[in-house]
Protein backbone atom coordinates (compact mmCIF):
# COMPACT_ATOMS: atom_id res chain seq x y z
CA UNK A 1 0.00 0.00 0.00
CA UNK A 2 1.63 3.56 -0.94
CA UNK A 3 2.59 5.67 1.61
CA UNK A 4 2.14 9.33 1.17
CA UNK A 5 4.35 12.06 3.45
CA UNK A 6 3.01 15.36 4.12
CA UNK A 7 4.81 18.47 5.45
CA UNK A 8 2.77 20.58 8.09
CA UNK A 9 3.94 23.65 8.81
CA UNK A 10 3.92 25.66 11.71
CA UNK A 11 2.05 29.11 11.37
CA UNK A 12 3.65 32.33 13.01
CA UNK A 13 1.82 35.52 13.82
CA UNK A 14 3.41 38.67 12.87
CA UNK A 15 1.19 40.42 14.27
CA UNK A 16 -1.96 39.91 16.06
CA UNK A 17 -4.89 42.19 17.06
CA UNK A 18 -7.89 41.65 19.73
CA UNK A 19 -11.05 43.43 17.95
CA UNK A 20 -13.47 42.68 20.98
CA UNK A 21 -15.74 39.57 22.35
CA UNK A 22 -18.78 37.89 21.06
CA UNK A 23 -20.37 35.51 23.17
CA UNK A 24 -17.55 33.05 24.30
CA UNK A 25 -14.92 33.93 21.67
CA UNK A 26 -12.80 37.03 20.95
CA UNK A 27 -12.80 38.51 17.20
CA UNK A 28 -9.17 38.92 16.56
CA UNK A 29 -7.48 39.79 13.29
CA UNK A 30 -3.52 38.85 12.47
CA UNK A 31 -1.23 38.66 9.94
CA UNK A 32 0.14 35.28 9.54
CA UNK A 33 3.05 33.65 7.69
CA UNK A 34 4.11 29.81 7.73
CA UNK A 35 7.98 29.04 8.02
CA UNK A 36 10.17 25.82 7.04
CA UNK A 37 9.40 24.04 10.35
CA UNK A 38 6.85 21.32 9.92
CA UNK A 39 5.50 18.21 11.21
CA UNK A 40 5.57 14.68 8.90
CA UNK A 41 2.43 13.49 8.21
CA UNK A 42 2.66 9.71 6.71
CA UNK A 43 -0.66 8.35 5.78
CA UNK A 44 -1.61 5.17 4.12
CA UNK A 45 -4.71 3.21 3.64
CA UNK A 46 -5.50 0.37 5.51
CA UNK A 47 -8.11 -2.67 5.39
CA UNK A 48 -9.46 -1.99 9.11
CA UNK A 49 -12.20 -0.97 10.45
CA UNK A 50 -11.20 1.83 12.50
CA UNK A 51 -8.58 5.02 11.46
CA UNK A 52 -4.99 4.71 13.44
CA UNK A 53 -3.38 7.60 14.26
CA UNK A 54 0.42 7.54 16.01
CA UNK A 55 2.37 10.40 17.49
CA UNK A 56 6.08 10.06 17.34
CA UNK A 57 8.96 12.82 17.68
CA UNK A 58 10.02 14.70 20.26
CA UNK A 59 7.04 16.73 20.75
CA UNK A 60 4.31 13.76 21.28
CA UNK A 61 4.41 13.53 24.71
CA UNK A 62 1.26 14.42 26.15
CA UNK A 63 -1.16 13.99 23.13
CA UNK A 64 -4.79 12.81 23.89
CA UNK A 65 -6.97 10.29 22.03
CA UNK A 66 -8.98 13.38 21.48
CA UNK A 67 -7.04 15.47 19.28
CA UNK A 68 -6.95 17.68 16.04
CA UNK A 69 -6.47 14.69 13.68
CA UNK A 70 -9.02 12.62 15.87
CA UNK A 71 -11.85 15.04 15.78
CA UNK A 72 -11.21 15.98 11.52
CA UNK A 73 -11.39 12.35 10.81
CA UNK A 74 -14.71 11.66 13.16
CA UNK A 75 -16.38 14.53 11.44
CA UNK A 76 -15.29 13.45 7.28
CA UNK A 77 -16.50 10.08 8.62
CA UNK A 78 -19.96 11.28 9.82
CA UNK A 79 -20.30 13.10 6.51
CA UNK A 80 -19.51 9.82 4.61
CA UNK A 81 -16.43 12.36 3.13
CA UNK A 82 -13.98 9.24 2.65
CA UNK A 83 -16.01 6.83 1.83
CA UNK A 84 -16.10 4.45 4.14
CA UNK A 85 -12.12 4.23 3.73
CA UNK A 86 -9.95 4.09 6.05
CA UNK A 87 -6.33 5.01 7.22
CA UNK A 88 -3.17 5.03 9.63
CA UNK A 89 -1.82 8.22 10.22
CA UNK A 90 1.70 8.57 11.78
CA UNK A 91 2.78 12.19 12.96
CA UNK A 92 6.43 13.25 13.49
CA UNK A 93 5.87 15.70 15.95
CA UNK A 94 8.61 18.78 15.60
CA UNK A 95 6.55 21.38 16.19
CA UNK A 96 6.27 21.84 19.99
CA UNK A 97 2.94 22.31 22.06
CA UNK A 98 1.33 25.26 23.55
CA UNK A 99 3.53 27.02 21.70
CA UNK A 100 1.54 29.22 19.26
CA UNK A 101 2.22 28.35 16.48
CA UNK A 102 -0.80 26.18 15.68
CA UNK A 103 1.13 22.73 15.04
CA UNK A 104 -2.36 20.53 15.90
CA UNK A 105 -4.28 22.78 14.11
CA UNK A 106 -1.99 22.84 10.95
CA UNK A 107 -1.91 19.26 11.45
CA UNK A 108 -6.01 18.96 10.51
CA UNK A 109 -5.45 21.35 8.00
CA UNK A 110 -2.63 19.67 6.15
CA UNK A 111 -4.89 16.45 6.01
CA UNK A 112 -7.55 18.51 4.65
CA UNK A 113 -5.35 20.12 2.07
CA UNK A 114 -4.40 16.39 1.21
CA UNK A 115 -8.30 14.80 1.04
CA UNK A 116 -9.13 17.62 -1.22
CA UNK A 117 -6.03 17.17 -3.59
CA UNK A 118 -6.63 13.55 -3.79
CA UNK A 119 -10.38 14.15 -4.62
CA UNK A 120 -11.61 12.03 -1.84
CA UNK A 121 -14.27 14.85 -1.35
CA UNK A 122 -15.35 18.23 -2.43
CA UNK A 123 -16.69 20.85 -0.14
CA UNK A 124 -17.76 24.42 -0.43
CA UNK A 125 -15.90 27.45 0.77
CA UNK A 126 -19.11 28.29 3.59
CA UNK A 127 -18.90 24.44 4.51
CA UNK A 128 -15.14 23.97 4.79
CA UNK A 129 -15.16 27.20 7.20
CA UNK A 130 -17.37 25.18 9.31
CA UNK A 131 -15.77 22.07 8.87
CA UNK A 132 -12.30 23.73 10.29
CA UNK A 133 -14.43 25.70 12.53
CA UNK A 134 -15.41 22.61 14.39
CA UNK A 135 -11.98 21.84 15.08
CA UNK A 136 -9.90 24.93 16.00
CA UNK A 137 -10.62 28.76 15.33
CA UNK A 138 -7.12 28.52 13.64
CA UNK A 139 -7.57 25.72 11.17
CA UNK A 140 -9.08 28.01 8.16
CA UNK A 141 -5.37 29.63 8.27
CA UNK A 142 -3.57 26.11 6.94
CA UNK A 143 -5.85 25.83 4.43
CA UNK A 144 -3.30 26.59 1.58
CA UNK A 145 -0.48 27.68 3.65
CA UNK A 146 0.67 31.06 2.15
CA UNK A 147 1.04 34.48 3.82
CA UNK A 148 -2.28 35.40 5.45
CA UNK A 149 -4.57 38.41 6.57
CA UNK A 150 -7.06 37.18 9.38
CA UNK A 151 -9.66 40.68 9.32
CA UNK A 152 -11.65 41.51 12.18
CA UNK A 153 -14.73 40.20 10.49
CA UNK A 154 -13.62 36.91 9.39
CA UNK A 155 -12.32 37.13 5.94
CA UNK A 156 -9.16 35.64 5.35
CA UNK A 157 -6.76 37.27 2.09
CA UNK A 158 -4.07 34.80 0.65
CA UNK A 159 -0.91 36.30 -0.62
CA UNK A 160 1.37 33.67 -2.85
CA UNK A 161 4.77 36.10 -2.88
CA UNK A 162 7.30 34.73 0.31
CA UNK A 163 8.24 37.79 2.50
CA UNK A 164 11.93 36.11 2.77
CA UNK A 165 12.34 36.19 6.37
CA UNK A 166 14.81 34.29 8.44
CA UNK A 167 13.49 33.42 12.24
CA UNK A 168 15.08 32.24 15.34
CA UNK A 169 12.13 30.44 16.82
CA UNK A 170 12.61 30.20 20.82
CA UNK A 171 10.14 27.75 23.25
CA UNK A 172 10.95 28.26 27.06
CA UNK A 173 10.49 24.72 28.60
CA UNK A 174 7.05 25.71 29.55
CA UNK A 175 3.75 26.13 26.94
CA UNK A 176 0.82 28.86 27.43
CA UNK A 177 -2.68 27.62 27.76
CA UNK A 178 -4.88 29.85 25.01
CA UNK A 179 -7.47 29.68 27.35
CA UNK A 180 -5.89 31.27 29.99
CA UNK A 181 -4.28 33.86 27.96
CA UNK A 182 -7.83 35.02 26.18
CA UNK A 183 -9.39 34.81 29.56
CA UNK A 184 -7.26 37.69 30.99
CA UNK A 185 -8.44 39.98 27.84
CA UNK A 186 -9.90 43.32 29.32
CA UNK A 187 -9.29 46.13 26.58
CA UNK A 188 -9.24 46.00 22.67
CA UNK A 189 -8.25 47.19 19.70
CA UNK A 190 -9.39 49.12 16.31
CA UNK A 191 -9.74 47.14 13.70
CA UNK A 192 -5.70 47.77 11.50
CA UNK A 193 -6.37 45.24 8.59
CA UNK A 194 -9.67 45.61 7.38
CA UNK A 195 -8.14 46.83 3.94
CA UNK A 196 -5.49 43.63 3.11
CA UNK A 197 -2.71 44.35 0.97
CA UNK A 198 1.01 42.77 0.25
CA UNK A 199 2.56 45.90 1.77
CA UNK A 200 1.82 45.19 5.26
CA UNK A 201 3.95 42.16 5.11
CA UNK A 202 6.54 44.65 4.32
CA UNK A 203 9.01 44.51 7.29
CA UNK A 204 8.91 48.44 7.88
CA UNK A 205 4.85 48.12 8.60
CA UNK A 206 5.16 44.83 10.75
CA UNK A 207 8.24 47.28 13.14
CA UNK A 208 5.18 49.13 14.07
CA UNK A 209 2.46 46.37 14.71
CA UNK A 210 2.31 44.33 17.99
CA UNK A 211 0.65 41.14 19.29
CA UNK A 212 -1.90 42.05 21.91
CA UNK A 213 -1.85 39.32 23.63
CA UNK A 214 1.95 39.53 24.99
CA UNK A 215 1.43 42.07 27.80
CA UNK A 216 -1.00 39.19 29.48
CA UNK A 217 1.35 35.97 28.85
CA UNK A 218 4.67 38.21 29.93
CA UNK A 219 2.57 38.78 33.34
CA UNK A 220 1.71 35.31 33.67
CA UNK A 221 5.48 34.27 32.62
CA UNK A 222 7.67 36.96 33.07
CA UNK A 223 10.76 34.62 31.64
CA UNK A 224 9.17 35.28 28.17
CA UNK A 225 9.61 39.25 28.54
CA UNK A 226 13.38 38.68 29.37
CA UNK A 227 13.63 36.47 26.20
CA UNK A 228 12.14 39.22 24.10
CA UNK A 229 14.47 41.82 25.94
CA UNK A 230 17.75 39.55 25.25
CA UNK A 231 16.75 38.89 21.48
CA UNK A 232 16.00 42.37 21.06
CA UNK A 233 19.88 43.15 21.89
CA UNK A 234 21.03 40.49 19.31
CA UNK A 235 22.34 42.28 16.18
CA UNK A 236 20.82 43.35 13.22
CA UNK A 237 17.15 41.56 13.96
CA UNK A 238 14.32 43.58 12.01
CA UNK A 239 11.91 43.17 15.17
CA UNK A 240 11.09 40.52 17.64
CA UNK A 241 6.96 39.38 18.40
CA UNK A 242 5.51 36.50 20.53
CA UNK A 243 3.57 34.29 18.29
CA UNK A 244 -0.15 33.34 18.78
CA UNK A 245 -0.93 33.18 22.43
CA UNK A 246 2.79 31.87 23.42
CA UNK A 247 4.90 30.78 25.02
CA UNK A 248 6.92 31.15 21.16
CA UNK A 249 8.64 34.34 21.44
CA UNK A 250 10.53 34.63 17.07
CA UNK A 251 13.03 36.98 16.50
CA UNK A 252 13.00 37.98 12.55
CA UNK A 253 16.17 38.88 10.21
CA UNK A 254 17.00 39.75 6.67
CA UNK A 255 19.71 37.27 6.10
CA UNK A 256 20.52 33.51 7.08
CA UNK A 257 23.98 34.44 8.27
CA UNK A 258 22.85 37.02 10.81
CA UNK A 259 20.08 34.30 12.28
CA UNK A 260 22.63 31.90 12.49
CA UNK A 261 24.80 34.30 14.77
CA UNK A 262 21.88 34.87 16.95
CA UNK A 263 21.02 31.37 17.07
CA UNK A 264 24.47 30.58 18.63
CA UNK A 265 24.26 33.85 20.76
CA UNK A 266 21.35 32.97 22.50
CA UNK A 267 22.08 29.23 22.95
CA UNK A 268 25.02 30.32 25.14
CA UNK A 269 22.86 32.47 27.40
CA UNK A 270 19.82 30.03 27.24
CA UNK A 271 21.01 26.83 26.60
CA UNK A 272 18.11 24.98 28.34
CA UNK A 273 15.79 26.28 25.93
CA UNK A 274 14.52 24.75 22.52
CA UNK A 275 14.90 27.20 19.49
CA UNK A 276 15.62 26.38 15.86
CA UNK A 277 16.74 28.33 12.70
CA UNK A 278 13.66 28.55 10.26
CA UNK A 279 12.69 30.70 7.42
CA UNK A 280 9.16 31.59 5.65
CA UNK A 281 7.87 29.87 2.89
Known amino acids: MRIFKIKSHAKINLALNIISKKTNLHKIESIVSFISLHDLIYVKQISGKKHKIF ?168 KLKSIKAYLLNLRNNMFVRMSGSGSTIVAYFNSKSACNEAYKRFKVRFNSHWCITSKTI
Open 55 to 222: FKGKFSKNIGKINTISTLLKLLDKKKFLRNKKFEFVIIKNIPNQAGMGGGSMNAASLINFFIKKKLFKISNNDLIKLTNQIGSDVILGINPKNTILCANGKIKKFSKNINLYTLVVKPNFGCSTKYIYSKVKSFSKPKFSSPKQSMFHVKYLKTLDNNLEKIAFKKYP
